[in-house]
């Protein structure tokens, strides 16, 4: 009787295959968390930057004051973000929380476009998340109200990944 013809797979070549498996599923977690982390803080970063541009506009428009705040709670800004015009809430952040993992670092929880859509001084408000320095973000307000997005500074990003919120 001829030998029969190899059907399936040994256990060792089962194993070897999982474990191939299992180191490439190891290498590649941490750069996807990573991808992930930076996704986040540039979100957050557009997120307010766009808004600024909005409460700029707005108070250009309307000819009165228009004042965006991080809403009350321990994270700052990274917990999101309301405007206003007098006591008229004009909008908030987003239906969404910002992720939880995010920080920031601001000096002042609130800033301020006049009719002539400037903040009166430069600000920079940075994002980042705990322990992760290289991915940090500042929104940058210059006085005349423009806001842009820029790689942190050293000095922002030391306070950012310290602050719990």
């Known amino acids: 009787m001829p ?9 060792v070549e089962l194993l070897i295959v999982l474990v191939i498996v299992g180191l490439t599923a190891a290498l590649a977690v941490p750069a996807l968390t990573d ?10 970063a557009e ?3 766009d808004d600024l541009d909005h409460a700029r506009l707005e ?13 009350p709670g321990i994270r700052g800004w990274a917990g999101g973000w309301m405007a206003q015009r ?12 910002l992720d939880t993992r995010l920080r920031s670092a601001h000096s002042r929880p609130s800033l301020s476009f006049g009719p002539d859509g400037g903040t009166g001084d430069n600000q920079t408000i940075t994002f980042c998340t705990g322990g992760k320095q290289a991915f940090a973000l500042s929104v ?26």
């Open 3 to 11: 030998p029969r013809p190899h059907r399936g797979f040994t256990l």
């Open 35 to 44: 991808a992930l982390d930076r996704r986040r803080i540039r979100h957050a």
């Open 47 to 49: 997120a307010l930057r």
């Open 59 to 71: 108070a250009v428009t309307s000819a009165q004051a228009v004042r965006v705040m991080a809403r």
């Open 86 to 97: 007098g006591y008229l809430p004009l909008w908030a952040a987003s239906s969404e929380p």
């Open 140 to 165: 940058v307000i210059a006085r005349e109200g423009r806001a842009r997005v820029a790689p942190a500074e050293h000095d922002r990003v030391t306070s950012c990944a310290g602050r719990r919120g």
